[in-house]
């Protein structure tokens, strides 16, 4: 039986942590059935992650171990003068953490998810384990981030994965020699039956059943959207659709959702627009909405939020930029409008729903292209695929 460490940088349930509990239950999946020998034999998992969490509670569900410790987390605080001797010492101390976690736990495989944990790769690429290092992120800003993160990926995976073409552009030097685009997929297709009750979810919201409703789905914080949301609102004036936007603040960050709440009271927008907390439901609040709302104001590397939309049927109006390129098919699927102005948000909202006809079509039209994919199962088999590759017995030795 072969170890697989994941570590994680988060414990919570946004767009990461849901693929990596996707991969998780696949393996799960995988251990429950019969299997052949070599590669495809059952994996046990471990899971490091920097605190507990409703993550944690999910992973232990599937049988996983979780441990907690310091991983090493690159945040852009510690980027600040000052600031780096405590990052590499807090590095360090991750890189350790790691490592002895494969010592313990006899570690075939350590996955290291996101690229803010640079002290958990360090550990990964000095232990005996592969090292497989799959890429969320676009780094923008500063450049020299962007470039000395490709090369610490480029020296320290055996394999790297990138969620989609776009990260893969941004993040990974085009010299490496084990290097995959896996588009992330749903976990599962969720039958109208599985759904809260369209009508029922719509009412407690206060939202009436000839109202629009735009829902826009994601973690609080400077980029997602939010505030260029409220311009756009103002915008529309009384055209505006109702709009809920469900997501909290990471940890430590509530100043990001304090701001945003004050805002809609002070412009007068509490009629239209109205914040709730982050959902476990999301699919039911999706499912009620007549678009979806992906307004980023940096490029998304993926857009999780946007193909979950889209397996309910939800058409998604998205910023034109980073990997919702890839998943929005602009007229057909939602709409695409340009990055950070609100005159266009505001303009494709009422291109959208303005025209039921167009509305009407987009939304069978997402499911299907959702199907034809970005499912769980081709998400899994691609990962789980990685994983055997490296296990098998004509795998390449790891660099030294």
Same mark, same amino acid.
């Given at each position: ?29 995988? #251990? ?22 409703? *993550? ?8 996983? /171990? ?17 600031? @780096? ?23 075939? /495989? ?11 790769? !360090? ?19 500063? +450049? ?18 990138? #969620? ?32 809260? &009750? ?22 609080? #914080? ?33 100043? @990001? ?18 914040? /709730? ?6 699919? +039911? *609040? ?30 998604? /109006? ?24 609100? &005159?266009? *948000? ?14 009407? +079509? ?9 199907? +034809? ?13 990685? !994983? ?13």
């Amino acid at each position: 039986m072969s170890t697989i460490l994941f570590t994680h940088p988060s414990a919570e349930l946004y767009g990461a942590d849901r693929t990596l509990l996707q991969v998780v239950e696949a393996i799960a999946e995988r #251990n429950a059935s019969p299997q052949a020998e070599g590669p495809r034999a059952p994996s046990r998992v471990v899971v490091a992650l920097p605190r507990r969490g409703v *993550l944690a509670d999910r992973l232990e569900a599937l049988g996983a /171990i979780v441990e907690v410790g310091e991983l090493g987390a690159a945040l852009r605080a510690d980027l600040a003068p000052g600031r @780096f001797g405590k990052f590499l010492h807090k590095a360090r101390r991750g890189a350790r953490f790691v490592e002895s976690l494969v010592e313990r736990h006899g570690v075939d /495989i350590v996955h290291t998810n996101t690229t803010v944990l640079i002290g958990a790769a !360090y550990g990964a690429h000095r232990s005996s384990a592969h090292h497989v290092w799959h890429v969320h992120e676009i780094l923008d800003n500063p +450049s020299w981030a962007r470039l000395g993160m490709r090369s610490l990926i480029k020296r320290w995976s055996d394999v790297a994965i990138a #969620n989609s073409r776009a990260t893969a552009a941004a993040m990974l030097d085009p010299r490496i020699e084990r290097a995959k685009t896996i588009y992330n997929g749903v976990a599962r297709d969720r039958g109208d039956d599985e759904l809260g &009750d369209r009508a029922k979810v719509r009412r407690g919201l206060g939202v009436g059943a000839g109202d629009a409703l735009a829902v826009l789905p994601g973690r609080i #914080n400077s980029w997602k959207g939010q505030r260029l949301a409220l311009d756009a609102a103002e915008r529309l004036g009384d055209a505006c659709p109702r709009i809920v936007i469900a997501g909290s603040p990471p940890p430590g960050q509530e100043h @990001f959702a304090i701001r945003l709440d004050a805002e809609i009271r002070e412009r007068g927008l509490a009629e239209r627009v109205m914040r /709730i907390p982050f959902t476990e439901d999301l699919p +039911s *609040l999706l499912a009620a909405a007549d678009v979806c709302l992906v307004p980023s104001t940096r490029p998304e590397p993926f857009g999780l939020v946007a193909i979950e939309a889209m397996a309910v049927g939800t058409p998604v /109006i998205a910023a034109d930029h980073g990997g919702l390129q890839e998943i929005v098919e602009h007229g057909v699927t939602g709409a695409l409008f340009a990055p950070g102005s609100a &005159d266009a *948000l505001a303009g494709a909202m009422r291109d959208v729903l303005g025209d039921p006809g167009r509305l009407a +079509s987009m939304g069978p039209a997402a499911r299907e292209r959702q199907r +034809s994919m970005f499912t769980h199962e081709r998400y899994a088999e691609e990962m789980l695929g990685v !994983y055997e590759s490296l296990m098998a017995p004509w795998a390449v030795q790891r660099a030294a």
